[in-house]
């Protein structure tokens, strides 16, 4: 009896230590085959703070993630995200995709937590983005804590965490100028990207957004969407479709390379008369990093005026362009800011003078002041023309007439 139980304890014995050789070899054939470091991955979904998953987005390609943030609406190149995801904390955001999983788009400032994986689209040279397959709203701006991994034995190697490195800023610099006839009415819409520590290949062949708004900057209308050349400038020709007052922006997305970035100017465009059919009117505009309010003139005084708005302790600045039909002489021109005179800088175009002046943000009253209207110089009129050639005429006629009796009386 004693035997059997020997025996029996001899085969119980030998199949725990097949059973943990075994275990050891698959977890050594594992850890071998590369895919360790892969483990967390390996998960149903993990958490991932929305700031980390914008900075890394190709490096979570594949991978089921959840995460959670603002809901935003944006203007985009792209137009193929459904919405993008801001974090709460922060401006880092990215483009979210729930239609391919027939899900309805949550409401625009919703606090909600999304659910899917990372993927890339090649569209307009390629941009990653989330495939949403689920997402639900959230009464909490707290971050959700992840739910721990169940440890096995021997444990995973810990996944190495990317190091965050924040991308360079850029700017745009940006300038509105219209032409000053009414008949053929259209503005030049000129910029150049600029960035500290990116290099100018970088700057090269960047898509740049253009738009306008007439609502204050409630609602854009799509103008253009073009490309800066090799030293990042870009530019384009926009016809209006009436004067008045708008906000004309220009923007870049984000990439690999730097942050996005936009930049607004305020375009005012007041005509310089009434329009009729015999006379080709002329039109002022203002272009302004601040505010244009009230842009008038008149006619009888020859005084431009308006207000301008910006935020204070940043600084403004105007450009006013003016058909040189209006003033011939810019140097009899005065701008003055809150009655005070305020020099300025002019640039002589073809048709017309470009002012430019600076001043304190706060809310200003501007005038423009232009010289008494030159009068026609009378020689260049029909007018002038028959006098000169009567007197013209006269003179001759008299140096004939004295020729002949000076003739006649030495012949006598």
Same mark, same amino acid.
């Given at each position: 009896?004693?035997?059997?139980?020997?025996?029996?304890?001899?085969?119980?014995?030998?199949?725990?230590?097949?059973?943990?050789?075994?275990?050891?070899?698959?977890?050594?054939?594992?850890?071998?085959?590369?895919? !360790?470091?892969?483990?967390?991955?390996? &998960?149903?979904?993990?958490?991932?703070?929305?700031?980390?998953?914008?900075?890394?987005?190709?490096?979570?390609?594949?991978?089921?993630?959840?995460?959670?943030?603002?809901?935003?609406?944006?203007?985009?190149?792209?137009?193929?995200?459904?919405?993008?995801?801001? &974090?709460?904390?922060?401006?880092?955001?990215?483009?979210?995709?729930?239609?391919? %999983?027939?899900?309805?788009?949550?409401?625009?400032? &919703?606090?909600?937590?999304?659910?899917?994986?990372?993927?890339?689209?090649?569209?307009?040279?390629?941009?990653?983005?989330?495939?949403?397959?689920?997402?639900?709203?959230?009464?909490?701006?707290?971050? #959700?804590?992840?739910?721990?991994?169940?440890?096995?034995?021997?444990? #995973?190697?810990?996944?190495? !965490?990317?190091?965050?490195?924040?991308?360079?800023?850029?700017?745009?610099?940006?300038?509105?100028?219209?032409?000053?006839?009414?008949?053929?009415?259209?503005?030049?819409?000129?910029?150049?990207?600029?960035?500290?520590?990116?290099?100018?290949?970088?700057?090269?062949?960047?898509?740049?957004?253009?738009?306008?708004?007439?609502?204050?900057?409630?609602?854009?209308?799509?103008?253009?969407?073009?490309?800066?050349?090799?030293?990042?400038?870009?530019?384009?020709?926009?016809?209006?479709?009436? !004067?008045?007052?708008?906000?004309?922006?220009?923007?870049?997305?984000?990439?690999?390379?730097?942050?996005? %970035?936009?930049?607004?100017?305020?375009?005012?465009?007041?005509?310089?008369?009434?329009?009729?059919?015999?006379?080709?009117?002329?039109?002022?505009?203002?272009?302004?990093?601040?505010?244009?309010?009230?842009?008038?003139?008149?006619?009888?005084?020859?005084?431009?005026?308006?207000?301008?708005?910006?935020?204070?302790?940043?600084?403004?600045?105007?450009?006013?362009?003016?058909?040189?039909?209006?003033?011939?002489?810019?140097?009899?021109?005065?701008?003055?800011?809150?009655?005070?005179?305020?020099?300025?800088?002019?640039?002589?175009?073809?048709?017309?003078?470009?002012?430019?002046?600076?001043?304190?943000?706060?809310?200003?009253?501007?005038?423009?002041?232009?010289?008494?209207?030159?009068? #026609?110089?009378?020689?260049?009129?029909?007018?002038?023309?028959?006098?000169?050639?009567?007197?013209? %005429?006269?003179?001759?006629?008299?140096?004939?007439?004295?020729?002949?009796?000076?003739?006649?009386?030495?012949?006598?």
């Amino acid at each position: 009896m004693k035997r059997k139980f020997r025996t029996l304890d001899t085969v119980i014995l030998s199949l725990l230590i097949i059973l943990n050789l075994g275990t050891l070899l698959t977890a050594r054939s594992f850890e071998a085959s590369g895919q !360790t470091q892969n483990l967390p991955y390996a &998960a149903a979904e993990e958490y991932v703070d929305l700031k980390f998953l914008a900075a890394n987005m190709k490096q979570f390609e594949g991978v089921r993630v959840t995460t959670n943030g603002t809901v935003r609406y944006l203007a985009s190149i792209y137009m193929y995200e459904d919405f993008w995801l801001q &974090a709460q904390t922060s401006d880092a955001k990215i483009p979210v995709v729930t239609r391919l %999983a027939g899900l309805a788009v949550p409401p625009s400032m &919703a606090i909600v937590e999304v659910a899917g994986i990372v993927k890339h689209s090649t569209l307009e040279g390629g941009f990653y983005f989330l495939e949403a397959s689920s997402w639900q709203a959230l009464t909490s701006t707290s971050t #959700p804590t992840p739910t721990p991994m169940p440890t096995s034995s021997p444990p #995973p190697l810990p996944t190495p !965490t990317p190091t965050y490195e924040p991308k360079p800023s850029i700017s745009i610099d940006l300038s509105c100028i219209s032409s000053t006839s009414y008949a053929s009415f259209k503005v030049t819409i000129a910029g150049r990207l600029r960035g500290s520590g990116v290099s100018a290949a970088n700057l090269a062949g960047a898509p740049i957004s253009l738009s306008y708004s007439i609502t204050s900057g409630e609602s854009w209308q799509d103008l253009a969407l073009v490309y800066t050349d090799v030293d990042g400038v870009f530019g384009a020709v926009w016809t209006p479709s009436v !004067t008045g007052s708008y906000l004309v922006k220009a923007a870049v997305a984000n990439t690999t390379e730097y942050s996005e %970035a936009s930049t607004i100017v305020n375009l005012a465009v007041v005509p310089a008369a009434e329009i009729t059919d015999e006379y080709i009117q002329n039109v002022f505009s203002v272009a302004s990093n601040s505010t244009v309010s009230n842009l008038a003139f008149n006619s009888a005084s020859r005084r431009l005026t308006f207000s301008v708005e910006g935020l204070a302790g940043t600084r403004g600045f105007v450009d006013v362009n003016i058909a040189k039909t209006l003033i011939n002489d810019i140097t009899q021109v005065k701008a003055y800011v809150d009655d005070n005179e305020v020099a300025f800088t002019t640039v002589d175009k073809t048709d017309s003078w470009l002012l430019h002046f600076t001043y304190e943000h706060s809310l200003h009253e501007v005038m423009l002041s232009l010289a008494a209207e030159s009068q #026609p110089d009378f020689l260049n009129t029909p007018l002038g023309l028959i006098v000169v050639g009567g007197f013209v %005429a006269m003179v001759i006629a008299v140096s004939v007439a004295f020729v002949l009796k000076r003739r006649r009386s030495l012949a006598s």
